[in-house]
């Protein structure tokens, strides 16, 4: 029987993201990661990303909220995600 997802909250930059997450991911050997959020994040423009990692990289749900948090910080810098930080606070007329 497959094991069942873990699921915890995240709040980053005042979005609120839903983790959930499944060590050996259908007996590959990978956690399965799928990041949640009604918002755009600088890793997805829909808000859903699916994440697969080698399964010895996380003990816990600690080490996998680090993770997204890191990946996310790391994304956060890019010039796309700047300028849609940016372009966002503009009011749209057309």
């Not at 997802?5 to 959930?20: G, H, K, N, P």
């Not at 890191?70 to 749209?92: I, R, V």
């Amino acid at each position: 029987m497959a094991e069942e997802y873990e699921t915890f909250t995240l709040v980053w930059a005042d979005r609120t993201i839903a983790v959930s997450h499944q060590t050996n991911w259908l007996g590959s050997g990978h956690w399965h990661i799928e990041l949640r959020c009604d918002q755009r994040l600088p890793i997805t423009t829909t808000g859903y990303r699916s994440i697969f990692v080698p399964q010895a990289a996380f003990a816990d749900d600690a080490e996998i909220e680090a993770f997204v948090v890191a990946l996310l910080d790391e994304a956060a810098q890019s010039k796309n995600w700047l300028a849609y930080l940016e372009d966002s606070k503009q009011l749209k007329f057309f």
